[in-house]
Structure formats: structure tokens, C-alpha cells
């Protein structure tokens, strides 16, 4: 019978669950290293300095030797392992002995190592331990180094490249098991010069100072709402540098928290660029670029993130802004540019629109690739409501300085026409690109997906170079969320050495785009759905308006809301879709009854929280196909 063993060195091992691998200790040798044929000690080997002599002879002359027993069940772990690794090991199995020599061997063995009981694993010569200790060396990799005789000790056991959501979550969990860690983290700067503390992208440019200017957009909302419930707000007026300047404290007082709990968790900061001179050892530069020292790792994992994309068109790099920037200018930005139509693009109009700002997105394709495009495109007419607006199909060319402002060429991909016009600030939001080129990856022979610069790793976040795991951005290509790098972090540093044995859920990982009008999604979209599982989808939708927006008709009759159901299986939901208030909590929640394998009907059976928008989700009956309309009723 032959069964597949996954394990963690990269390879898939097909072993015979019949096949004996290793040697059994033949007993002629075992008499001529112990005594005589029966087994016996002779009176000459009755001495633990004698026995202790034929133990070294056994160490020195095989690779793994096991101390064992054979009713030992901590002992047929260990030899399946190697079992498993395809490596032959000589075990003496010591209540062969009569009970008082295998006491003394015991003896022998507690001198010699330290311990006592068996399984008493040496591998090329070097005490590895018992069970535990061999089950460990085998997840965090040292197993392999030992078979293979380059095992060595290192400065430390783990060092992270990266000090971002999931380089720090990964580098704490490590040393939570009382590993020895080191973490290196050094931002070079934007192409307009900015630059930030400890914490990576989600902290720094990326979803905090996104989500606080998106509520401070969101106030202006409420402000103007107030009105109809009663408030007199007189002089609504805005400061970007009040915001700004609140935001970056709140970061800054972040990143000194980062470095406060690296300190806490004994892991080892270096704020410092580095760079492999090879699998085990790293290089490190201060942010001049000059060399500050050498460290050596067992095991590195890469979690060094993205940076915007820069197109090659005349005042790209020089002129124009990133999300690397947006959320410390110095100054408003003013009449405002956005490049690019995925989630930072929009994301950024909501925000700076609802600012009063005025806004222009230039759209090569389409609004939110990748994301339902039925949501999409009322995304992008809730914005248009909201007075951002769309340059569709076209594509920039060059910037250029016009006295104070940017004059903006750009081309149309339908007819060829050339588009002109003038802004204060030129937004890029056109891509990010993983942080991988530069590090000295490419010595390695680390393993880039095709045709990118985006890491190869198996299930395990283990690249092609066996001490070397990257999780992240750097993998992600779709699923680029500071949750996913947490939570592929975590479990890597518990499989290496917590005893965990997860890993990374793919399945209905949900997310939001914080638009004004938000949108929280989990699951397929319709189009992917209807490609997966063709005619075998029954969609339920229903557009609604959220109470608290009912007086002043905000966003009128645009909420809305989404299941997607797969009539094969009883309707089991298999995409999530809302857009309205408060879109991350209620997707959050829902989330959970997607993974749990909630089916229309046990939608259906739950009970409301009234009056919610989350409550339409159990009271849906329009079917898209129906074609009837999807409108709400009243309570
Ligand atoms: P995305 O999601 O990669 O989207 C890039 C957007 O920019 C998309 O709308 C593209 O249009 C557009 N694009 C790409 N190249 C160009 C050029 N040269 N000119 C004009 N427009 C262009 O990037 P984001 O910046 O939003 O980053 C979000 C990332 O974070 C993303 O990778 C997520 O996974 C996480 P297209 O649809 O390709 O025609």
C-alpha cells in the first residue's frame, strides 16, 4: 500500500507503508559491541566507561543512531520519521538487556547526554534529543541540516525581513516560543521623498490613515445630515493639515508601540536594509547605504510588502504622488488627478471628494477589477453622485509643471483623442510591486511566480530554499490584506516552533472598500460564480435605504445587497455582497456563516435585528433571474 507523506521539506515522500527502510541492529554486531550472543554483557563491559565506549563507537560509525525501546511508543514516532525521510538509523533497542543493564545503559546515557529516557536520537555524531526534540528539529528545519552535517548555531533562530503587519505578528509568535529573533525593517523613501516608522504599509500608508480620512470624510456626511435631525452647524469648514497632522501622531505613536512590543517580546530590532550573502546569512545597511554588520539565521522569512508602482511617462516619479504620500502632504492637494480604478484609486476619490475636493478619476478599463462588477459600477455611480469624475479609457502620457500646477496629457483608447488638463496633485494608484528585487533573492535561487517578481511558496509559505519562508504581499497577488499576512505569519512561526500544524484558510477571507458608500464582500462574485458553477447559481439581491439615511435621502436607493447561492447544494451561500454603512462590520459577521457553510435557508430562519441594514440579509426573496424588482418594503 503505498501512502503520500507531506512534509515540510518541499518534497513529497511516496513511502510503502510495508517497506521497512531502516536497518534493524543486527545482533551479531550488537554481541560484538555488547557481549555475547545472547546477549549478555561480558564482566569486561560491565563498567558505564566501558558501555559508554561502545555507545561512541556506535555514534561515530552510523548517522542516526536511535537509544531505543522497542515498546517505546515515543521511540516508533521518531523512527517514522525517519522512516518517512527515507534515512536508515541503527537503533539499539535497550530492554533487549536484561532490566538492571538497560537501568545502567540509562545511566550511560543520562552522563553522556543530559537525559535518561529514550528515544535518545545523535545524528552525525551531535545529541539531538528525544521524541519532542526530534519532532521540533524536524519543523523548524534543523532536522534537515543535521542529516545533511552543515547544522550549525546561529545568531538567531528566526530574522524576519520586514517589519509590516505580518513580518511583526510572525517575528512575536516566534519568540513567544522562546526562540532567539531578529527583525530588520528600514522604508526607503518614496520618489517624492516620504518616508515612515515600524508598523509596514496597513500602518503607515496603507488601511489607518485610509480609515480615519474615509471617517473624516464620512463626518462632513454627518454634519451635513445633521441638519435634518434638529443641529445647527454653522462655518463647516475643513483643515487638511489639522487632520494630517492628528493622523501621522496617531501612526507615529503607533510605530513607537511596535518597538516597544518588539522590545517586550525580546525580539531584536534592526532598523536596517537587508541583504543575503547566502541562505543563512544576512548583510546590514543603515539607510545611507552604509554597511553596519553581519547576522546569521537558521530560518528568514520575507515579509517585505509592496511599494506603488511608478509608470515610465515624463513626470512620473518626479511630479506625482502615491498612496506612499497621500497621507502626510504637507499642504491640501487641491483639484485632485487619480490614475488607476481599483480600490486605492477609489478609495482615495471617496475620501478627498467627501473632503471637498475636487476630484477626477482617469480609468484605463474597468472600476475594481477582480472585485463583483455589478457592485462596481454602482460604486462608481455613487461616487459620480458624490462628484468625482470619470475620464474613461484613457491613459496618461506625461505630466508637466504649469507654473504652480501639473498639466496632464493623457490619451483616449477609443478614438485616439488627446485629453489636457490641469491639476494641483497627480495621484498614481496604478499597482504596487513586491519589495523582492535588491535583497540578494536572486544568489539563492529562490523561486519567483511566473513571469513576476512576486515569491513562490508551497502550502507551508516555504520557498524553494528550504530556511527561507515569505508570507504577505509579497506572495499575495489577490489577496493582499493585512489580516492574510497576520494570520499566514502566525501560523508559520507556530508550525516552525509551536507544534502547530495549520495552515492558511483561503477560503472566504472577507474584505471592504471604504468607499463613501462601502462595500463588503466574502466569497465569489456573481461572474466568477456563474463561471465555477455554471447554471447552478440562483442569485438573491435587494437594494435598500438605510434608516438613519431616510430623512435626507443620502445616497437614495442605493444600498444594497447580494447572496449568491448554489442551488446544488441546497443553496449553500458561496458569495456575500453589501454596500452600504458600516459594510466591514457586517461583512465581518457574515463572514463566519459563509465559512460555516450556511445555506439561503438558514438565512432565511435567522432573525433580524431591527431596524438594521444587516437585517435585509434575512428577509431576502427577489431572485435576479425573477426579474422582478429588488426593492425593500417598508417594516
Ligand atoms: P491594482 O488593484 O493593481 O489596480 C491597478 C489599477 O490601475 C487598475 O485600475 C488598472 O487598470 C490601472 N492601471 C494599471 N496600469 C495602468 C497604467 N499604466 N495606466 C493607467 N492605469 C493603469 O492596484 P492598486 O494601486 O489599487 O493597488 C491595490 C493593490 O493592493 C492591489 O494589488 C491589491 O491586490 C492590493 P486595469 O484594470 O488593469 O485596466
Known amino acids: 500500500m503505498q501512502c503520500a507523506v507531506l512534509l515540510s521539506r518541499n518534497i513529497i515522500l511516496f513511502i510503502s507503508t510495508l517497506k521497512v527502510v531502516a536497518p534493524r541492529p543486527s545482533s551479531s554486531r550488537l554481541a560484538r559491541r555488547f557481549g555475547s550472543g545472547n546477549l549478555t554483557f561480558s564482566a569486561k563491559m560491565e563498567t558505564n566507561l566501558e558501555i559508554e565506549s561502545a555507545f561512541r563507537g556506535l555514534i561515530d560509525t552510523n548517522k542516526i543512531v536511535i537509544f531505543s525501546k522497542t515498546t517505546c511508543p515515543f521511540c516508533k514516532k521518531v523512527k517514522n520519521i525517519f522512516n518517512q525521510l527515507q534515512e536508515n538509523y541503527h537503533a539499539l533497542e535497550l530492554d533487549n538487556y536484561p ?75 516566534a519568540s513567544s516560543y522562546g526562540r532567539k529573533v531578529a527583525c530588520c525593517d528600514l522604508v526607503l523613501p518614496s520618489p517624492q521623498g516620504t518616508s515612515w516608522g515600524l508598523g509596514g504599509t496597513c500602518v503607515n500608508v496603507g488601511c489607518i490613515p485610509k480609515k480615519l480620512m474615509h471617517k473624516a470624510a464620512l463626518m462632513g456626511e454627518d454634519i451635513e445630515d445633521s441638519a435634518y435631525f434638529g443641529w445647527t452647524t454653522d462655518n463647516k469648514r475643513h483643515s487638511w493639515e489639522e487632520m494630517v497632522t492628528n493622523i501621522q501622531d496617531y501612526i507615529k505613536s503607533l510605530n513607537f508601540k511596535y518597538r516597544t512590543d518588539l522590545k517586550k517580546k525580546e525580539v531584536t530590532y534592526y532598523n536596517a536594509y537587508a541583504k543575503f550573502v547566502d541562505k543563512h546569512t544576512l548583510n546590514l545597511y543603515n539607510k545611507e547605504g552604509n554597511f553596519m554588520k553581519t547576522i546569521t539565521g537558521q530560518n528568514f522569512l520575507l515579509a517585505m510588502g509592496c511599494r506603488p508602482v511608478y509608470p515610465d511617462f515624463p513626470g512620473a516619479r518626479d511630479l506625482c504622488i502615491s498612496s506612499d504620500d497621500v497621507f502626510s502632504l504637507k499642504e491640501p492637494p487641491g483639484k485632485t488627478l487619480i490614475i488607476g480604478a481599483s ?3 477609489l478609495e482615495t476619490a471617496g475620501f478627498l471628494v467627501g473632503l471637498g475636493f475636487d476630484v477626477t478619476v482617469m480609468v484605463r478599463s474597468i472600476l475594481l477589477r477582480g472585485f463583483d462588477q455589478d457592485i462596481a459600477n454602482k460604486i462608481g455611480e455613487t461616487l459620480e453622485a458624490h462628484g468625482v469624475k470619470f475620464v474613461p479609457k484613457h491613459v496618461p502620457e506625461s505630466v508637466t509643471k504649469n507654473g504652480e500646477n501639473l498639466l496632464v496629457r493623457a490619451k483616449s483608447l477609443s478614438d485616439g483623442s488627446e485629453y489636457i488638463d490641469t491639476f494641483k496633485t497627480v495621484f498614481l494608484a496604478i499597482g504596487r510591486e513586491p519589495c523582492t528585487t535588491g535583497i540578494g ?12 517578481t512576486r515569491i513562490e511558496v508551497n502550502e507551508f509559505s516555504q520557498t524553494s530554499v528550504r530556511n527561507i519562508f515569505a508570507v504577505g504581499d509579497v506572495v499575495e497577488e489577490k489577496l493582499q490584506l493585512t489580516p492574510v499576512a497576520i494570520q499566514a505569519g502566525k501560523l508559520l512561526a507556530k508550525r516552525l516552533y509551536g507544534k502547530g500544524k495549520a495552515l492558511f484558510d483561503y477560503n472566504h477571507v472577507p474584505t471592504t472598500v471604504f468607499t463613501p458608500l462601502e462595500y463588503g464582500c466574502v466569497g465569489y462574485s456573481e461572474e466568477d460564480a456563474m463561471k465555477k458553477f455554471p447554471d447552478q447559481i440562483e442569485v438573491y439581491h435587494l437594494h435598500f435605504q438605510p434608516l438613519e439615511w431616510d430623512l435626507n435621502k443620502r445616497n437614495k436607493n442605493k444600498s444594497y445587497g447580494k447572496l449568491i447561492c448554489l442551488k446544488s447544494e441546497q443553496e449553500r ?22 465559512k460555516l457553510g450556511a445555506k439561503k435557508d438558514d438565512f432565511n430562519n435567522l432573525i433580524g435585528i431591527h431596524p438594521t441594514c444587516a437585517e435585509i440579509f434575512t428577509t431576502m426573496t427577489i431572485t435576479k433571474a425573477s426579474g422582478k424588482p429588488a426593492e425593500a418594503g417598508g417594516c
Do not use: W
Not at 521524541?131 to 524536524?138: F, K, N, P, S, Y
Not at 451561500?573 to 459563509?594: C, S, W
Open 343 to 345: 480600490y486605492i484609486a
Open 573 to 594: 451561500v458561496v458569495g456575500f455582497h453589501y454596500l452600504g454603512p458600516n459594510a466591514g462590520e457586517i461583512t465581518q459577521g457574515f463572514a463566519l456563516a459563509l
Open 99 to 173: 532490566a538492571e543493564k538497560t537501568s545502567q545503559m540509562q545511566d550511560v546515557l543520562k552522563d553522556m547526554t543530559g537525559q535518561r529516557t529514550v528515544p535518545n536520537v545523535f545524528i552525525n555524531k551531535q545529541h539531538v534529543g528525544g521524541c519532542t526534540d526530534t519532532e521540533q528539529a524536524l519543523a523548524d528545519g534543523t532536522l534537515f541540516d543535521r542529516l545533511e552535517g552543515t547544522f550549525n548555531t546561529y545568531d538567531y533562530d528566526y530574522i524576519v525581513i520586514g517589519g509590516g503587519s505580518g513580518g511583526l505578528a510572525s517575528a512575536k509568535e
Open 441 to 452: 533573492l536572486e544568489n539563492l535561487n529562490v523561486k519567483f511566480q511566473e513571469s513576476s
